[in-house]
Nanobody, 126 residues
Framework: EGGLVESGGGLVQSGGSLSLACVVSGITFRDYDMSWVRQPPGMSLEWVSGITADGKHTYYRDSVKGRFTISRDNAKSTLYLQMDRLDDDDTAVYYC???????????????????WGQGTRVDVSE
């Protein structure tokens, strides 16, 4: 049928690293700006990082700058997020989302993106 499928989540110790991937189908991946959005336990959705369709521009929320790296491989229809020096504030369900590379709004809502993955859980232990 198609869609967006994240992988790579899991349990990691504080200070550790984790790599996420999102395989995209059902849409022309190379035509879409992409973002990673996360939802900490009991909290609202927050935008994490974005990348333009051509991969030439990347964007990050302040709290992950210097620690996270977003990238994409259009030939493989795959979006990536490399996360380094993780801390407990990074614990969340991480979603890939298609349609935007930045979010001007203070709060992310599902309507901000036309396409979402199912999410992959990242748990950072103290």
């Amino acid at each position: 049928e198609g869609g967006l499928v994240e992988s790579g989540g899991g349990l990691v110790q504080s200070g550790g690293s984790l790599s996420l991937a999102c395989v995209v189908s059902g849409i022309t991946f190379r035509d879409y700006d992409m973002s990673w959005v996360r939802q900490p336990p009991g909290m609202s959705l927050e935008w994490v990082s974005g990348i333009t369709a051509d991969g030439k521009h990347t964007y990050y929320r302040d709290s992950v700058k210097g620690r996270f790296t977003i990238s994409r491989d259009n030939a493989k229809s795959t979006l990536y997020l490399q996360m380094d020096r993780l801390d407990d504030d990074d614990t969340a369900v991480y979603y890939c989302a298609a349609g935007r590379s930045t979010i001007p709004s203070a709060v992310v809502v599902r309507r901000d993106f036309p396409y979402w993955g199912q999410g992959t859980r990242v748990d950072v232990s103290e």
